[in-house]
């Protein structure tokens, strides 16, 4: 089993950065794509960004592309999120996930609790 520990989130104003970390323990992740998903009040749940196992290729969806990066440290077990740029659209709690690398939920077999994201005005 592979237990998912999202942490790094918080209030910041529009214009700030984060950067959420997703740490991973029970079993390495070296092997599982990792993504990063948010929901917001009464959406579901959207695909923000995800990473092969390998590192070697990156997605992102289109509304956070030149303002998020994703990245993996294998040395950690870890996979963060660099937020920059935060507009208020981007306030809603963030979720890492380990499957297969998609940018649909079903695909990924393994969850976090999630993190609050808040960008104010």
């Known amino acids: 089993q592979v237990q998912l520990a999202e942490s790094g989130g918080g209030l910041v104003q529009a214009g700030g950065s984060l950067r959420l970390s997703c740490a991973a323990s029970?079993?390495?992740?070296?092997?599982?794509?990792m993504g990063w998903f948010r929901q917001a009040p009464g959406k579901e749940r959207e695909f923000v960004a995800a990473?092969?196992?390998?590192?070697?290729?990156?997605y992102y969806a289109d509304d956070v592309k030149g303002r998020f990066t994703i990245s993996r440290d294998y040395a950690k077990n870890t996979v963060y999120l660099q937020m920059n740029s935060l507009k208020r659209d981007d306030t809603a709690v963030y979720y890492c996930?380990?499957?297969?690398?998609?940018?649909?939920?079903?695909?990924?077999?393994?969850w976090g609790q999630g993190t609050q994201v808040t960008v104010s005005s």
């Open positions: 996930a380990a499957g297969s690398v998609a940018v649909t939920p079903n695909e990924y077999r393994y």
């Open positions: 029970g079993r390495t992740v070296t092997y599982y794509s």
């Open positions: 990473v092969t196992s390998t590192g070697e290729y990156t």
